[in-house]
Protein backbone atom coordinates (compact mmCIF):
# COMPACT_ATOMS: atom_id res chain seq x y z
CA UNK A 1 0.00 0.00 0.00
CA UNK A 2 1.50 3.30 -0.86
CA UNK A 3 2.34 5.63 2.25
CA UNK A 4 0.29 8.91 2.78
CA UNK A 5 1.76 12.27 2.33
CA UNK A 6 1.16 12.70 5.83
CA UNK A 7 1.82 9.80 7.75
CA UNK A 8 5.19 9.87 10.06
CA UNK A 9 8.07 8.78 8.91
CA UNK A 10 9.61 5.15 9.28
CA UNK A 11 12.11 6.49 11.76
CA UNK A 12 9.68 8.47 13.74
CA UNK A 13 7.45 5.53 14.18
CA UNK A 14 10.70 2.84 14.95
CA UNK A 15 12.40 6.09 17.74
CA UNK A 16 8.94 6.09 19.09
CA UNK A 17 9.06 2.42 19.58
CA UNK A 18 11.97 2.03 21.29
CA UNK A 19 11.70 5.05 23.83
CA UNK A 20 8.18 4.03 24.85
CA UNK A 21 9.87 0.85 25.59
CA UNK A 22 12.77 1.85 27.62
CA UNK A 23 10.60 3.74 29.08
CA UNK A 24 8.07 1.04 29.81
CA UNK A 25 11.22 -1.06 31.15
CA UNK A 26 12.58 1.88 33.72
CA UNK A 27 8.19 2.19 35.03
CA UNK A 28 8.54 -1.77 35.71
CA UNK A 29 11.77 -2.64 36.72
CA UNK A 30 10.92 -1.24 40.35
CA UNK A 31 7.93 -2.64 40.58
CA UNK A 32 9.47 -6.20 39.39
CA UNK A 33 12.21 -6.09 42.05
CA UNK A 34 10.07 -5.31 45.04
CA UNK A 35 8.11 -8.20 43.79
CA UNK A 36 10.78 -10.72 42.82
CA UNK A 37 12.39 -9.44 46.62
CA UNK A 38 8.82 -10.05 48.45
CA UNK A 39 9.02 -13.40 47.95
CA UNK A 40 12.37 -14.08 48.91
CA UNK A 41 13.50 -15.76 51.80
CA UNK A 42 15.83 -12.60 53.86
CA UNK A 43 19.06 -14.53 53.26
CA UNK A 44 18.68 -14.06 49.31
CA UNK A 45 17.74 -10.63 49.98
CA UNK A 46 20.33 -9.71 51.79
CA UNK A 47 23.16 -11.01 50.00
CA UNK A 48 23.99 -10.30 46.60
CA UNK A 49 21.19 -9.03 43.99
CA UNK A 50 19.84 -11.86 41.56
CA UNK A 51 17.08 -10.92 38.82
CA UNK A 52 16.01 -14.57 38.96
CA UNK A 53 15.30 -15.82 42.68
CA UNK A 54 16.49 -19.34 43.48
CA UNK A 55 13.10 -20.23 45.71
CA UNK A 56 9.80 -18.96 46.06
CA UNK A 57 8.22 -18.23 49.47
CA UNK A 58 5.05 -16.44 51.01
CA UNK A 59 6.30 -16.09 54.07
CA UNK A 60 7.06 -12.53 54.22
CA UNK A 61 3.39 -11.60 53.39
CA UNK A 62 2.24 -14.00 56.74
CA UNK A 63 5.47 -12.14 58.82
CA UNK A 64 4.71 -8.42 57.97
CA UNK A 65 1.49 -8.65 60.37
CA UNK A 66 3.56 -10.13 63.13
CA UNK A 67 7.04 -8.21 62.87
CA UNK A 68 5.27 -5.02 63.48
CA UNK A 69 1.67 -4.15 64.27
CA UNK A 70 0.82 -3.58 60.51
CA UNK A 71 -2.99 -3.86 60.96
CA UNK A 72 -2.97 -1.39 63.46
CA UNK A 73 -1.33 1.23 61.38
CA UNK A 74 -3.52 -0.25 58.20
CA UNK A 75 -6.59 1.07 60.47
CA UNK A 76 -4.77 4.81 61.77
CA UNK A 77 -3.90 5.85 58.21
CA UNK A 78 -7.41 4.45 56.71
CA UNK A 79 -9.03 6.41 59.39
CA UNK A 80 -6.90 9.36 59.02
CA UNK A 81 -6.99 9.69 55.33
CA UNK A 82 -10.47 9.29 54.43
CA UNK A 83 -11.52 11.43 57.12
CA UNK A 84 -9.21 14.46 55.63
CA UNK A 85 -10.68 13.88 52.90
CA UNK A 86 -14.46 13.84 52.84
CA UNK A 87 -13.30 16.75 55.50
CA UNK A 88 -11.28 18.46 52.46
CA UNK A 89 -13.88 17.59 49.63
CA UNK A 90 -17.19 18.92 52.01
CA UNK A 91 -15.26 22.22 53.03
CA UNK A 92 -13.54 22.37 49.50
CA UNK A 93 -16.82 22.21 47.61
CA UNK A 94 -18.88 25.29 49.61
CA UNK A 95 -15.73 27.17 49.37
CA UNK A 96 -15.23 27.20 45.75
CA UNK A 97 -19.17 27.23 44.63
CA UNK A 98 -18.92 31.04 46.74
CA UNK A 99 -16.22 31.77 45.25
CA UNK A 100 -17.31 31.21 41.70
CA UNK A 101 -20.58 32.22 41.89
CA UNK A 102 -20.22 35.66 43.96
CA UNK A 103 -18.72 38.76 43.72
CA UNK A 104 -17.39 40.01 47.07
CA UNK A 105 -14.58 42.63 48.30
CA UNK A 106 -11.76 40.80 48.19
CA UNK A 107 -12.03 38.28 46.42
CA UNK A 108 -8.88 38.06 43.94
CA UNK A 109 -6.86 39.15 47.48
CA UNK A 110 -8.32 35.51 48.43
CA UNK A 111 -7.91 33.20 45.75
CA UNK A 112 -4.22 34.05 45.83
CA UNK A 113 -3.72 33.44 49.42
CA UNK A 114 -4.95 30.33 49.01
CA UNK A 115 -2.72 29.62 46.00
CA UNK A 116 -0.20 30.79 47.70
CA UNK A 117 0.10 28.77 50.69
CA UNK A 118 1.22 26.03 48.27
CA UNK A 119 4.44 27.99 47.59
CA UNK A 120 5.79 26.89 51.62
CA UNK A 121 7.46 23.68 52.37
CA UNK A 122 5.40 21.48 54.75
CA UNK A 123 8.29 21.79 57.28
CA UNK A 124 8.01 25.38 57.71
CA UNK A 125 4.74 24.94 59.32
CA UNK A 126 5.76 21.68 61.66
CA UNK A 127 7.15 23.49 64.57
CA UNK A 128 4.23 25.82 64.86
CA UNK A 129 1.80 23.45 64.53
CA UNK A 130 3.46 21.34 67.42
CA UNK A 131 3.68 23.79 69.61
CA UNK A 132 0.31 24.83 68.98
CA UNK A 133 -1.41 21.19 69.95
CA UNK A 134 1.01 20.88 72.69
CA UNK A 135 -0.39 24.78 74.28
CA UNK A 136 -4.16 23.84 72.68
CA UNK A 137 -4.02 20.74 74.78
CA UNK A 138 -2.57 21.64 77.74
CA UNK A 139 -5.05 25.01 78.17
CA UNK A 140 -8.20 23.06 77.24
CA UNK A 141 -7.30 19.38 77.42
CA UNK A 142 -7.98 18.48 74.27
CA UNK A 143 -5.35 16.29 72.88
CA UNK A 144 -4.13 17.49 69.29
CA UNK A 145 -0.62 15.83 69.42
CA UNK A 146 -0.61 12.55 69.29
CA UNK A 147 -4.02 11.95 67.98
CA UNK A 148 -5.89 11.24 64.82
CA UNK A 149 -7.83 14.57 65.10
CA UNK A 150 -4.97 16.60 65.09
CA UNK A 151 -3.08 14.50 62.40
CA UNK A 152 -6.40 15.19 60.27
CA UNK A 153 -6.53 18.89 60.79
CA UNK A 154 -2.44 18.93 59.97
CA UNK A 155 -3.55 17.47 56.40
CA UNK A 156 -6.00 20.02 55.96
CA UNK A 157 -4.01 22.25 56.45
CA UNK A 158 -2.14 21.43 52.94
CA UNK A 159 -4.55 19.82 51.09
CA UNK A 160 -7.48 22.02 51.76
CA UNK A 161 -6.11 25.14 49.99
CA UNK A 162 -5.50 23.41 46.60
CA UNK A 163 -8.63 21.33 46.76
CA UNK A 164 -10.12 25.16 46.73
CA UNK A 165 -8.00 26.33 43.87
CA UNK A 166 -8.69 23.62 42.07
CA UNK A 167 -12.58 23.61 42.49
CA UNK A 168 -12.84 26.81 41.56
CA UNK A 169 -11.03 26.42 38.18
CA UNK A 170 -13.52 23.26 37.60
CA UNK A 171 -17.22 25.29 38.56
CA UNK A 172 -16.06 28.38 36.47
CA UNK A 173 -16.58 25.90 34.20
CA UNK A 174 -20.15 24.66 35.10
CA UNK A 175 -22.59 27.05 33.49
CA UNK A 176 -24.33 29.17 35.52
CA UNK A 177 -27.40 28.44 33.47
CA UNK A 178 -28.09 25.39 35.20
CA UNK A 179 -28.06 27.28 38.74
CA UNK A 180 -30.73 29.73 37.24
CA UNK A 181 -32.51 26.64 35.83
CA UNK A 182 -32.74 25.49 39.16
CA UNK A 183 -33.40 28.44 41.27
CA UNK A 184 -36.11 29.07 38.38
CA UNK A 185 -37.70 25.46 39.27
CA UNK A 186 -38.28 25.91 42.70
CA UNK A 187 -34.43 24.97 44.39
CA UNK A 188 -32.45 27.13 46.93
CA UNK A 189 -29.33 27.98 46.43
CA UNK A 190 -27.91 24.97 48.51
CA UNK A 191 -30.22 23.13 46.22
CA UNK A 192 -28.78 24.38 43.04
CA UNK A 193 -25.31 23.41 44.46
CA UNK A 194 -26.17 19.50 46.10
CA UNK A 195 -28.64 18.88 43.71
CA UNK A 196 -27.38 20.60 39.79
CA UNK A 197 -23.44 21.77 40.23
CA UNK A 198 -22.13 19.03 42.48
CA UNK A 199 -23.26 16.42 40.26
CA UNK A 200 -22.06 17.85 36.74
CA UNK A 201 -19.05 18.80 38.70
CA UNK A 202 -18.23 14.72 39.43
CA UNK A 203 -14.69 14.77 37.87
CA UNK A 204 -13.27 17.91 39.61
CA UNK A 205 -14.67 16.70 42.83
CA UNK A 206 -13.24 13.06 42.47
CA UNK A 207 -9.30 14.48 41.31
CA UNK A 208 -9.66 16.47 44.11
CA UNK A 209 -10.20 13.80 46.78
CA UNK A 210 -7.84 11.17 45.13
CA UNK A 211 -5.20 14.24 45.82
CA UNK A 212 -6.06 14.73 49.25
CA UNK A 213 -6.72 11.02 50.06
CA UNK A 214 -2.76 10.04 48.26
CA UNK A 215 -1.37 13.23 50.14
CA UNK A 216 -2.48 11.80 53.29
CA UNK A 217 -1.89 8.26 52.58
CA UNK A 218 1.96 8.37 51.79
CA UNK A 219 2.73 11.72 54.27
CA UNK A 220 5.94 10.99 56.77
CA UNK A 221 7.33 14.57 57.96
CA UNK A 222 3.59 15.15 60.16
CA UNK A 223 2.81 11.45 60.96
CA UNK A 224 6.33 11.09 62.37
CA UNK A 225 6.10 14.03 64.75
CA UNK A 226 2.62 14.16 65.71
CA UNK A 227 1.59 10.57 66.57
CA UNK A 228 2.55 8.10 68.83
CA UNK A 229 2.97 4.27 68.97
CA UNK A 230 -1.16 4.21 69.15
CA UNK A 231 -2.06 6.62 66.46
CA UNK A 232 1.22 5.17 64.19
CA UNK A 233 0.40 5.45 60.23
CA UNK A 234 1.58 3.19 58.04
CA UNK A 235 3.83 5.63 56.38
CA UNK A 236 6.17 5.86 59.41
CA UNK A 237 5.10 2.24 60.72
CA UNK A 238 7.07 0.74 57.71
CA UNK A 239 10.10 2.20 59.57
CA UNK A 240 9.65 -0.69 62.17
CA UNK A 241 11.42 -3.42 59.68
CA UNK A 242 14.51 -1.93 60.22
CA UNK A 243 15.83 -3.02 63.50
CA UNK A 244 18.92 -2.42 65.37
CA UNK A 245 20.13 -5.91 64.45
CA UNK A 246 18.99 -6.16 61.08
CA UNK A 247 16.70 -5.01 58.27
CA UNK A 248 13.86 -7.36 56.73
CA UNK A 249 13.93 -6.53 52.96
CA UNK A 250 11.70 -8.67 52.11
CA UNK A 251 9.30 -8.10 54.47
CA UNK A 252 9.33 -4.22 53.77
CA UNK A 253 9.47 -5.02 50.09
CA UNK A 254 6.03 -7.18 50.71
CA UNK A 255 4.06 -4.27 53.09
CA UNK A 256 5.10 -1.72 50.94
CA UNK A 257 3.07 -3.70 48.05
CA UNK A 258 0.28 -4.25 50.31
CA UNK A 259 -0.34 -0.76 51.95
CA UNK A 260 -0.03 0.26 48.05
CA UNK A 261 -3.10 -1.74 47.10
CA UNK A 262 -6.07 0.67 48.24
CA UNK A 263 -3.96 3.21 46.35
CA UNK A 264 -4.15 1.47 43.16
CA UNK A 265 -7.75 -0.32 43.94
CA UNK A 266 -9.11 3.06 44.31
CA UNK A 267 -7.38 4.98 41.41
CA UNK A 268 -8.62 1.98 38.96
CA UNK A 269 -12.12 2.43 39.92
CA UNK A 270 -12.33 6.22 39.71
CA UNK A 271 -10.79 6.48 37.13
CA UNK A 272 -13.48 6.82 34.92
CA UNK A 273 -14.48 10.02 36.84
CA UNK A 274 -11.35 11.57 35.59
CA UNK A 275 -12.50 12.37 32.43
CA UNK A 276 -13.32 15.89 31.95
CA UNK A 277 -16.06 17.55 29.54
CA UNK A 278 -18.58 15.44 31.04
CA UNK A 279 -20.81 18.87 31.54
CA UNK A 280 -20.97 19.54 27.52
CA UNK A 281 -23.98 19.81 26.22
CA UNK A 282 -25.83 20.01 29.49
CA UNK A 283 -27.42 23.13 28.61
CA UNK A 284 -29.67 22.57 25.59
Given at each position: ?16 R ?5 L ?14 S ?9 S ?33 V ?8 V ?37 L ?22 I ?9 F ?18 A ?27 A?Y ?5 W ?5 A ?19 T ?34 L??G???
Amino acid sequence: MPRSPMAAPRSFLWTRRVLLTLLTGFVLLPVYVMVSSSLKPLADVSGSFRWLPSGLTVRPYIDIWSTVPLAKYFVNSLIVSVSATLCSVAVAVFAAYAVSRHDFRGKRVFTVTVLSTQMFPGILFLLPLFLLYVNIGNATGIALFGSRGGLILTYLTFSLPFSIWMLIGYFDSVPRDLDEAALVDGCGPLGALLRIVVPAAVPGIVAVAVYAFMTAWGEVLFASVMTNDTTRTLAVGLQGYSTLYDVYWNQIMAASLVVSVPVVAGFLLLQRYLVTGLTAGAVK
